[in-house]
């Protein structure tokens, strides 16, 4: 079920959203070449300590997972898209990081995701996370009140496509709420003009997230978890929290 939300809700969302945005930038200003990912994860938990908030991601086991998540945030490092879990490894010069956060406020929930590098960049990858995020931009245009999931779908999905990049629809974006994931789905490729009207008061997470190698094969971990391109191309995951209003998209996960 669809559940639209007030002014007065998406309000207490953007407060959700504001931690999710503070504790992303936490985690990127400490992040540095030889740190752990598990010390990424203390600053997080840090952040969402001191704002008084929750993790929806600490112990959060659906269907296709063998055990709970045991972390705050996922570390996706190189060819990991999606779902990394922190652990001992040191970030090396050149990784491509992507960090995922949700934060629940006062019983409302905020999700969003950064791509970035470390140390010396490789042009590649700098061209993959700039692929990532104009397709979260087009997206987050394209849903607009009276407007189809499709479209965001499309959008998305046409600028991975002109960018080489090999996308997924297993995983994607997502309505928000009172819980991390609600309905809809927001796939990242779709036709244009199909799927659920938008509606105001709807709240979703729109999120991109592209392999470099072209190809759309993934593979799982033996963690259960950690979503990696079949290939070992690079990969890059962003996302923002966003609600559809009379007066255009407005994001909830920023500062």
């Known amino acids: 079920m669809v ?47 001191t704002a008084g908030a929750t993790s929806p991601f600490l112990g959060y086991q659906p269907s296709f997972a063998m055990s709970p998540f045991p972390a705050v945030i996922c570390t996706s490092v190189n060819d990991a898209a999606l779902h990394g879990i922190p652990d001992g490894y040191r970030l090396a010069d050149g990784d491509l990081l992507s960090i995922d956060c949700g934060a629940t406020l006062d019983g409302w929930t905020g999700d969003a995701a950064i791509s970035f590098t470390m140390g010396q960049p490789q042009a590649d990858d700098l061209r993959l996370i700039e692929t990532a995020q104009s397709a979260l931009a087009a997206g987050i245009a394209a849903a607009v009140a009276g407007a189809r999931i499709g479209d965001i779908s499309a959008a998305i999905g046409e600028i991975g496509r002109k960018g ?7 995983f994607g974006g997502h309505g928000v709420g009172r819980t991390m994931h609600e309905s809809p789905s927001v796939p990242n490729d779709g036709r244009a003009g199909r799927g659920m009207r938008l509606d105001p ?6 999120e991109p997230w592209f392999l470099a190698g072209g190809s759309d094969r993934y593979r799982i971990d033996k963690d259960g978890w950690t979503l990696r391109s079949a290939d070992g191309s690079r990969a890059a995951h962003v996302e923002h929290t966003i609600a559809i209003t009379e007066d255009g998209p407005v994001i909830l996960t920023a500062h």
Do not use: F, N, W, Y
């Not at 953007?14 to 740190?35: K, P």
């Open 201 to 206: 008061g709807l709240v979703i997470a729109i």
């Open 164 to 170: 080489g990049c090999g996308l997924s629809t297993d």
């Open 3 to 49: 559940e639209l939300k007030t002014p007065d809700e998406i309000d207490a969302m953007r407060a959700a959203g504001r931690v999710v945005a503070q504790a992303l930038a936490a985690v990127r200003a400490h992040a540095a070449v030889g740190l752990r990912l598990t010390e990424l994860d203390e600053v997080a938990r840090a952040v969402l300590t």
